[in-house]
């Protein structure tokens, strides 16, 4: 959710600040900018639109210099436009500010500084940080103690970068509740909110705490929150920049559905033996003898994985699990103490609902677990303990291999917790056989694309979509509609399949297209009797299950296997199914309108 960088060097700073900002864009593309110090001037270059927009203008100017600031928006405060585009600085052009986070004092800031005399050009709460810069800079004649007072003022979250020609070759970072990495190579030294963005240039990174001040010019330096110097170690991170590329396909969304297989496969790897055995994970059979529940929190298409996790572990273990969507979860209370175990699940590691519910949860005596996708990303440095997916990095705003990856984790952590819990069984080690076997049928799943190529070309003109199954199968039906909503804009609504009839089944007319999910076959009759009553309506019916066919009914048929395991191989069909209608109607399936990979404001 915005995403910032910079660079300060030997080299052009532009150059350097377009390439980190294209990889950032999935952050956020409703606006972009730069500022760049020139001769001791900053000049900014601004407007509404993606990337391409801003290297378009950027064609036409004619900056040169070696240190500058860019931000690409994911609009919170302030409809995206150039007025609001980052960066921002104050009317004497003192400081340039891009920022990512939230100020969510920033109106009470306001009426202080229109109060000191200031005026405000956007309706953004970035724009309270380069005039709180500007106007304690006045008092203080000191730039690091306006900095410091500036951030004294600040409630909410930031990952904030600075330049100013009273600094001359340095770049200001503070970061709180926002990510931030420091990476630096012989060209120079960068900051951006995320490691892909720099990993072209360096693979030495540094992780800035929240409260931490970082100054960069030839050498980094940083300070604490009260602006004593510390020293910090950095961390090489080993990423493969090839699996940044498109590798030939035509989105990343594409790439990364053919990708899950090897996303899953990477993922177990190591884990699944005669025991299941976690790197840098272990709880003791004391412990889980001793929980009364778990917690698990996520947001999108983490908590749909979550919801599976529950599936999975109530059948199995049968302890209590209770999720939560992660913007709730810190407002209601949650009934959690040190007998609770709570999992948070992100892809990015960075969601701030997610973080923030970790937390309190940890706050509150619990242990917390995080299972994430990015290495060394904020949620890990929070968490008592990280299981890492080995997804590789998922780049399109649509979650899909993250989605499978963490099923297939969630479902590993089940049978460990079963396994220290009550030895081995015949049942456990089937499952485990079966997860591992899993990779294979996905395969057989992703060779059928152009018969859901078919349905896509069926269904793009319509205005809803419905999804319906039971217990298991109703969380894939989330998952199903989630997709669609995202990249497609069509109106989706996923059902319990029994809960239809109890007001939904209203909207259902003739020709409506309503996928029924059943690879359970304890309800599976059930569910076939639910999508009778739709047909009776009218309905459309598409029957995703493992099975041949059903009377009247066209059915995309998946390999069976134990329902627990299900999600991995019914939603591959649901997500090409999603990917083949957005691509219909001429959509950019991977940065779809208004939404944000990683998002990282409450
Ligand atoms: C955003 C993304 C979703 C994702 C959700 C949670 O809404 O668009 O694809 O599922 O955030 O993200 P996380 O990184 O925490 O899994």
């Given at each position: 959710m915005c995403g910032i960088v910079g660079y300060v060097g030997k080299d052009e700073a532009l150059p350097k600040l377009t390439k980190g900002l294209k990889t950032l864009e999935y952050r956020g593309y409703d606006s972009a900018g730069v500022a760049v110090l020139q001769n001791k001037e900053i000049y900014v270059v601004k407007d509404k639109g993606r990337i391409a927009n801003l290297e378009e203008l950027l064609k036409h100017e004619h900056i040169k210099g070696n240190i500058g600031i860019a931000h690409t928006r994911w609009a919170t405060h302030g409809v995206p436009s150039k007025e609001n585009a980052h960066p921002h600085m104050d009317d004497e052009k003192r400081f340039a500010v891009v920022h990512n986070g939230i100020i969510e004092n920033y109106l009470e800031l306001k009426d202080f500084l229109i109060d000191k005399g200031y005026t405000?050009?956007?309706?953004?709460?970035?724009?309270?940080?380069?005039?709180?810069?500007?106007?304690?800079?006045?008092?203080?004649?000191?730039?690091?103690?306006?900095?410091?007072?500036?951030?004294?003022?600040?409630?909410?979250?930031?990952?904030?970068?600075?330049?100013?020609?009273?600094?001359?070759?340095?770049?200001?970072?503070?970061?709180k509740n926002s990510p931030l990495v420091i990476g630096k190579n012989e060209s120079g030294i960068f900051a951006a909110s995320d490691i892909?963005?720099?990993?072209?240039?360096?693979?030495?990174?540094?992780?800035?705490?929240?409260?931490?001040?970082?100054?960069?010019?030839?050498?980094i330096t940083f300070y604490n929150d009260e602006f004593k110097p510390i020293k910090k170690k950095s961390k090489k991170i080993d990423w493969d920049m090839e699996a940044t590329n498109k590798n030939g396909y035509e989105d990343y969304m594409l790439k990364e559905i053919m990708e899950q297989p090897e996303a899953l496969k990477n993922t177990l790897n190591g884990i699944i033996g005669k025991k299941i055995e976690f790197l840098n994970f272990s709880l003791d059979k004391d412990y889980l003898d001793s929980i009364t529940n778990i917690h698990i929190v996520a947001c999108g298409t983490a908590m749909h994985a979550g919801l599976s996790g529950k599936y999975a572990i109530e059948k199995l273990c049968r302890i209590p699990v209770t999720v939560s969507v992660a913007s709730e979860f810190r407002y209601?209370?949650?009934?959690?103490?040190?007998?609770?175990?709570?999992?948070?699940?992100?892809?990015?590691?960075?969601?701030?609902?997610?973080?923030?519910?970790?937390?309190?949860?940890?706050?509150?005596?619990?242990?917390?677990?995080?299972?994430?996708?990015?290495?060394?990303?904020?949620?890990?440095?929070?968490?008592?303990?990280?299981?890492?997916?080995?997804?590789?990095?998922?780049?399109?705003?649509?979650?899909t291999k993250a989605y499978t990856s963490q099923v297939g984790i969630l479902v590993a952590l089940t049978l460990y917790i079963k396994e220290i819990r009550d030895g081995h069984s015949k049942e456990s080690d089937k499952l485990k056989e079966e997860l591992i076997n899993l990779p294979k049928l996905m395969d057989v799943v992703l060779a059928d694309k152009d018969i859901y190529k078919d349905y896509a070309k069926r269904m793009y003109k319509v205005r809803d979509l419905f999804y319906i199954g039971r217990g298991n199968d109703y969380n894939i039906a989330m998952e199903?509609?989630?997709?669609?909503?995202?990249?497609?804009?069509?109106?989706?609504?996923?059902?319990?399949?029994?809960?239809?009839?109890?007001?939904?089944?209203?909207?259902?007319?003739?020709?409506?297209?309503?996928f029924g999910i059943a690879t359970d076959a304890k309800v599976e009759e059930k569910t076939l009797s639910n999508l009778e009553e739709v047909k009776a309506r009218g309905a459309n019916i598409v029957l995703v299950a493992d099975k041949e066919e059903a009377k009247d009914m066209?059915?995309?048929?998946?390999?069976?296997?134990?329902?627990?395991?299900?999600?991995?191989?019914?939603?591959?069909?649901?997500?090409?199914?999603?990917?083949?209608?957005?691509?219909?109607?001429?959509?950019?399936?991977?940065?779809?309108?208004?939404?944000?990979?990683?998002?990282?404001?409450?």
């Amino acid at each position: 959710m915005c995403g910032i960088v910079g660079y300060v060097g030997k080299d052009e700073a532009l150059p350097k600040l377009t390439k980190g900002l294209k990889t950032l864009e999935y952050r956020g593309y409703d606006s972009a900018g730069v500022a760049v110090l020139q001769n001791k001037e900053i000049y900014v270059v601004k407007d509404k639109g993606r990337i391409a927009n801003l290297e378009e203008l950027l064609k036409h100017e004619h900056i040169k210099g070696n240190i500058g600031i860019a931000h690409t928006r994911w609009a919170t405060h302030g409809v995206p436009s150039k007025e609001n585009a980052h960066p921002h600085m104050d009317d004497e052009k003192r400081f340039a500010v891009v920022h990512n986070g939230i100020i969510e004092n920033y109106l009470e800031l306001k009426d202080f500084l229109i109060d000191k005399g200031y005026t405000f050009k956007s309706q953004t709460d970035t724009e309270v940080i380069p005039l709180l810069l500007n106007y304690y800079y006045k008092k203080e004649k000191d730039v690091l103690k306006a900095l410091g007072k500036t951030l004294q003022d600040l409630k909410g979250s930031y990952a904030i970068l600075v330049i100013s020609p009273l600094l001359g070759k340095t770049i200001l970072a503070a970061k709180k509740n926002s990510p931030l990495v420091i990476g630096k190579n012989e060209s120079g030294i960068f900051a951006a909110s995320d490691i892909p963005a720099l990993i072209s240039y360096t693979n030495e990174f540094y992780f800035l705490e929240d409260g931490d001040v970082a100054l960069l010019n030839d050498t980094i330096t940083f300070y604490n929150d009260e602006f004593k110097p510390i020293k910090k170690k950095s961390k090489k991170i080993d990423w493969d920049m090839e699996a940044t590329n498109k590798n030939g396909y035509e989105d990343y969304m594409l790439k990364e559905i053919m990708e899950q297989p090897e996303a899953l496969k990477n993922t177990l790897n190591g884990i699944i033996g005669k025991k299941i055995e976690f790197l840098n994970f272990s709880l003791d059979k004391d412990y889980l003898d001793s929980i009364t529940n778990i917690h698990i929190v996520a947001c999108g298409t983490a908590m749909h994985a979550g919801l599976s996790g529950k599936y999975a572990i109530e059948k199995l273990c049968r302890i209590p699990v209770t999720v939560s969507v992660a913007s709730e979860f810190r407002y209601q209370d949650p009934i959690i103490n040190a007998k609770t175990l709570c999992i948070f699940i992100s892809q990015s590691g960075e969601t701030a609902d997610t973080i923030a519910a970790l937390k309190l949860a940890r706050d509150k005596g619990a242990v917390t677990l995080a299972i994430t996708n990015v290495f060394e990303s904020s949620i890990t440095r929070e968490a008592k303990y990280t299981i890492y997916t080995h997804a590789g990095p998922e780049i399109a705003v649509a979650s899909t291999k993250a989605y499978t990856s963490q099923v297939g984790i969630l479902v590993a952590l089940t049978l460990y917790i079963k396994e220290i819990r009550d030895g081995h069984s015949k049942e456990s080690d089937k499952l485990k056989e079966e997860l591992i076997n899993l990779p294979k049928l996905m395969d057989v799943v992703l060779a059928d694309k152009d018969i859901y190529k078919d349905y896509a070309k069926r269904m793009y003109k319509v205005r809803d979509l419905f999804y319906i199954g039971r217990g298991n199968d109703y969380n894939i039906a989330m998952e199903g509609s989630l997709k669609l909503k995202e990249i497609s804009y069509i109106h989706s609504e996923a059902y319990p399949a029994g809960e239809l009839k109890h007001g939904p089944i209203a909207l259902i007319e003739d020709g409506t297209f309503v996928f029924g999910i059943a690879t359970d076959a304890k309800v599976e009759e059930k569910t076939l009797s639910n999508l009778e009553e739709v047909k009776a309506r009218g309905a459309n019916i598409v029957l995703v299950a493992d099975k041949e066919e059903a009377k009247d009914m066209d059915i995309i048929k998946i390999p069976k296997v134990n329902p627990i395991l299900a999600p991995i191989l019914a939603v591959i069909p649901l997500q090409f199914i999603a990917y083949y209608i957005a691509k219909e109607k001429g959509l950019d399936v991977d940065m779809p309108r208004n939404l944000a990979k990683s998002v990282t404001v409450e």
